[in-house]
């Protein structure tokens, strides 16, 4: 089955202790992508992939790292997370662009952070 | 850069009636426009996409229409029924250092009342 998966799904935490949330996705996808979900505020980018080893800063960058160095793997690192980093966070994957522009995006399910 | 507006924020429809979401983006130069279905607990789910060489797409009880010269594109939703009470997100591309992007409207939470 064509799936993205997130794990933890849940994770309760304290300010500082370093996590990282893994993302895998078994459809051979080149474009990776992270979001942040919170209430009024709908899906802001964190960060993307569009190839192994080629990420970029999406609009809410700032306490995050990425990594891509295989390409069904894309986890979302918080060296330091702080409680304005509690949130529901997606990953996402597609195809590359190609010659019919942008492919549809498929989620996980979501991991909800709390960072106490 | 992008910018997505999305309205209403709530919307509440009798079982049978139909739904309208509108959107509107800022980029002339965005030219592919999906929309996205989020349940309780699951991660948003594509439901239908347009892109900018077609005004009007259709699937089943669902359809998206798309205005460039105003720059909007809405959401249809016909003979609505329980299970089409959810979360829906516009989205429109647009163009960066790599390739292309997304930027995505706040959302609608549509209640579909039996």
């Known amino acids: 089955e064509a799936q993205v998966t997130q794990n933890p799904r849940y994770l309760i935490t304290v300010t500082g202790k370093k996590l990282t949330v893994t993302c895998s996705q078994n459809?051979?996808?080149?474009?990776m992508s992270w979001y942040r979900q919170d209430p009024g505020l709908g899906l802001r980018q964190i960060y993307y992939?569009?190839?192994?080893?080629?990420?970029d800063k999406g609009d809410v960058p700032e306490g995050y790292k990425v990594s891509r160095k295989e390409k069904r793997n894309f986890p979302l690192i918080l060296e330091s997370p702080s409680p304005n980093q509690t949130s529901l966070y997606f990953c996402?994957?597609?195809?590359?662009?190609?010659?019919?522009?942008?492919?549809?995006?498929?989620f996980g399910d979501g991991t909800r952070l709390s960072i106490l | 850069g992008e910018n997505v507006e999305q309205h209403p924020s709530t919307l509440s429809v009798q079982e049978g009636d139909s739904a309208v979401i509108k959107c509107t983006y800022s980029?002339?130069?965005?030219?592919?426009f999906p929309w996205y279905k989020q349940e309780l607990g699951k991660g948003p789910q594509l439901i239908i996409d347009?892109?900018?060489?077609?005004g009007e797409k259709k699937d089943q009880r669902i359809a998206v229409t798309l205005n460039k010269t105003a720059k909007h594109f809405s959401l249809h939703i016909t003979e609505t029924q329980p299970e089409d009470s959810a979360v829906y997100f516009c989205?429109?591309?647009?163009?960066?250092?790599?390739?292309?992007?997304?930027?995505f409207g706040p959302g609608t939470r549509l209640s579909v009342l039996p």
């Open positions: 996402a994957s597609s195809l590359s662009t190609g010659t019919e522009g942008n492919q549809p995006q498929h």
């Open positions: 459809m051979n996808h080149e474009y």
């Open positions: 992939s569009m190839n192994v080893e080629v990420t």
């Open positions: 980029d002339s130069a965005s030219n592919y």
């Open positions: 347009i892109r900018s060489n077609v």
């Open positions: 989205a429109a591309n647009y163009r960066d250092n790599y390739g292309q992007n997304f930027v």
